[in-house]
């Protein structure tokens, strides 16, 4: 059965702290892995990984995927009250449908 | 605004009732996804769309069923409903039948008393 892991679940840090996001994954012809935010209600998208060892960033925000080990990292530097919010990982498992972790609640506190 | 839009954004009705979401995807996408988010099971795919057919089915309930109508819009119909089904329910749009970087509505909350 397909599976993709979150860790932390739940992550309290103070404003100015970096965070490290944990997504490992299991699943059958794997293409890409996706980052998403989700704040009050719809998740927005950060950034797809399809290939290992390439860094994707934007600003304070970067992701990497390791496919040998199975896992991507989300760091964020440089905390503000702004990204607390819910982190989820996805993988397409059939066609363009999406697993996704539980998901890492990130409170960023001032 | 992300230019999926979803109708209503909230909806509290009773065990037992029918309730139909409703999902505008961006202008230009093709293919819609429907979404459940419930507190003990994290987002679960519930059924995708493309271009007016079925293209996939997660763990959709045989009392839920959707279409997508020629102007692209799509239903989402929750019958018989029971307390478990209380979510958030979102759609989703893409351009293509297999992109999966797409865009999710606001989502609709469902409060079944």
């Known amino acids: 059965e397909d599976k993709v892991v979150q860790s932390p679940l739940s992550l309290v840090v103070h404003e100015g702290d970096t965070v490290t996001l944990n997504c490992s994954y299991e699943?059958?012809?794997?293409?890409?892995l996706l980052w998403y935010k989700q704040e009050k209600k719809a998740p927005t998208f950060l950034f797809m990984l399809?290939?290992?060892?390439i860094e994707k960033k934007s600003g304070r925000l970067s992701s990497i995927l390791d496919k040998k080990e199975l896992f991507s990292i989300l760091n964020i530097t440089a905390t503000q009250t702004g990204d607390s919010a819910v982190y989820l990982c996805?993988?397409?498992?059939?066609?363009?449908?999406?697993?996704f972790g539980e998901g890492t609640q990130l409170t960023v506190n001032p | 605004d992300s230019g999926v839009t979803q109708t209503p954004k909230h909806l509290i009705t009773a065990t037992g009732q029918r309730v139909t979401l409703r999902c505008s995807p961006r202008?230009?996408?093709?293919?819609v996804y429907w979404y459940q988010q419930s507190l003990d099971q994290g987002l679960q795919f519930l059924i995708q769309?493309?271009?007016?057919?079925?293209?996939a089915k997660g763990n959709i309930l045989e009392r839920f069923s959707a279409q997508q109508f020629p102007d692209l819009h799509s239903e989402l119909n929750l019958s018989s409903l029971e307390l478990g089904d209380s979510a958030l329910y979102f759609c989703?749009?893409?351009?293509?039948?297999?992109?999966?970087?797409?865009?999710f509505g606001s989502g609709t909350r469902l409060t079944v008393v």
């Open positions: 399809t290939s290992s060892g």
């Open positions: 699943v059958t012809n794997f293409r890409s």
């Open positions: 202008s230009g996408d093709l293919s």
């Open positions: 996805a993988v397409p498992t059939s066609g363009s449908r999406l697993t």
């Open positions: 989703a749009s893409s351009v293509g039948d297999r992109v999966v970087s797409y865009t």
């Open positions: 769309y493309y271009n007016g057919e079925e293209r």
